[in-house]
């Protein structure tokens, strides 16, 4: 039975803000959320989205590409073929379709980093940025909260 939201946050945390996306995952606390924290998103990831009602992606992105938080709707598309073992979340979300004749709604939010180098810690604009993803997968929950009744 499908009752519950998924975040999904990846990214290697040795890497300092490429670990973003799974720093997000561990610090959510949200009871209708399930939420997983992944060096890489991979196929064996289509067979849990296939049990949402609502999947969230979190990555780090570089700050050239966007200086804000970034949240948008994703639909499943498999113009982007999933290579080895790896995956984006649009290609994961047309895998799980293709396998289970369902995609849940998704979101990919996009947080802006400036340390990609060997480390562990996240520099001052990725800590803000943990913290505004956090009350966007919040604000995306509440938008939502009819696929939960």
């Not at 720093?23 to 992944?38: E, G, H, M, N, R």
């Not at 049990?51 to 992606?57: E, P, T, V």
């Amino acid at each position: 039975m499908k009752a519950h939201a998924i975040a999904i946050g990846y990214g290697n945390e040795l890497r300092s803000d490429d670990g973003i996306g799974q720093k997000v995952a561990k610090t959510l606390q949200l009871s209708q959320v399930k939420s997983i924290a992944v060096h890489q998103l991979t196929p064996e990831l289509a067979e849990v989205l296939a049990h949402a009602n609502l999947a969230i992606f979190i990555d780090a992105c570089l700050i050239s590409e966007s200086f804000q938080v970034k949240v948008q709707s994703l639909s499943p598309t498999s113009c982007n073929i999933i290579a080895g073992h790896t995956a984006d979340p649009p290609s994961l979300l047309a895998l799980t379709q293709a396998l289970y004749n369902y995609s849940p709604p998704a979101w990919w939010i996009k947080v802006p980093g400036i340390n990609f180098e060997l480390g562990y810690s996240l520099s001052p604009i990725a800590e803000i940025g943990v913290a505004i993803a956090l009350q966007k997968i919040n604000q995306i929950i509440d938008a939502n909260s009819n696929l939960f009744h």
